[in-house]
């Protein structure tokens, strides 16, 4: 029988779960995430402000094809950093003909976040993509497993098609991709492909590559049953998230109806019956409020392999995410000033969202009419179809051009931009031409109010080792 880690630590983008925190959970023992969701901008990013201790360039030196690897860092690395406030050069965004260079740098990309985080252990590693970001799926999952990762996880939508990619990839074989579009008839079937062959001549001399456990994130017992019907290969186990959990929660079942606060409202309805997910006889996790040692043996108790938890980690001294902002959060923490809303709006995927209240940011309402609307990264915009025509639409860029696309005005209001608002919270704000920086936005889960039970007494920062020692206490040894 397989021994699972009893702890994943969640998968949190952009950049929060840096191949730092990771490789810092999987030392101890448990399961490290990487986040693939915009690994090549922040990769890029890095080279751009010099790469402080050249951890991109020596994973990099490791990178299966050197020729690749130099034209990266011949694109990108930049001696001693480039000027503060100096906007950074950014890749083509994605399409359903992606370029030579942009394939080249995702794949190399997330080589090298996974290569760091397995550095110094041997203890496995995985990394967290979402099905809402489509098109850099394939190359992410390649340079990953490159690199030798050992999960993948996988939420935000239904990702029926993985499994079997995961499979072909492992042999070098080229893979589609079915990628949604909105307004598209049923007869129509939109792929993006990716050949590993094509764009690294001779790769598969490699021999065939470790092909990583696939655990899809669910939020009920139909998804589960759907995607074992529809999945294209072996599903390895789930990961069961709670609409307490941060980042994107599942819409609750049924129409949406908002609070006081104008949260949605979810019911017994969105509650996961784990006797028939027991009965399923697959490996499961339990995430959403179970950053405690109790929640961690209540899921072993109900026969779960143990738990995921994210918000714990996303403050921790290891995570991406800036100090400034992480001292600011746990000083709220601490003195019990916390707030997490859950946004119907926020995010541009259409799923409710979790946003942490704060001044400063995007939740600051002055701070979001101030924000002129751009969308220059372009990871969560629609494939739409119009007059037989394929485009690309966001419902956070600016109205006029949206409306124009055939989006729906009423479908814009309170919608941010998460690619360049999460950037900038891990210190990768873009900064315009005119000088104007990029504003974080927070997300956490709501179990943020807690923050406090993993920092040391008389101490006010902490480390992903002090998260496990509390997660454990009493139930697991330590590495």
Known sequence: MIEHPKIIQGGMGVAISDWKLAQAVSAQGQLGIISGTGVAMIMTAR????????????ALSNFPDANVAQRILDKYYVDGGTPEGTPFKRMTMWSLNPSQA????????????????KEGHNNPVGINLLEKVQLPNMASLYGAMLAGVDYVIMGAGIPVQIAGILDKLAEHQPVEYRVDVHGASKDDDYRLGFDPEAVFPGISELGTLNRPYFLPIISSNVLAQALLKRSTGKIDGFVIEHHTAGGHNAPPRGAMKLDDNGDPIYSHKDEVN???????????????GYGTSEKLQEAIDNGAAGIQVGTAFAYCDE?????????????????NEIVVRTSPLASPTGFPFKVVQMSGTLAEPAVYEARERVCDIGF??????????IGFRCPAEPVDQYVKKGGKLEETPGRTCLCNNLSAKAGFANVRRNGYEEPSLMTSGDDLVNLSRYIPEGQTSYTAKDVLQYLTQGILEMA
């Open 47 to 58: 080279l751009q402000k010099g790469d402080p201790n050249g951890h991109v360039r020596r």
């Open 102 to 117: 942009l394939l080249e740098t995702t794949v190399a990309a997330n080589f090298v976040e996974v290569f760091l985080a």
């Open 274 to 288: 784990l006797e028939k997910i027991r009965d399923i006889g697959l490996p499961f996790w339990l995430a959403g």
């Open 319 to 335: 995570s991406g995410l800036t100090r400034t902002l992480k001292d600011r959060v746990i000083d709220m923490a601490l003195k």
């Open 380 to 389: 969560l915009r629609h494939l739409y179809k119009e007059d037989d025509k």
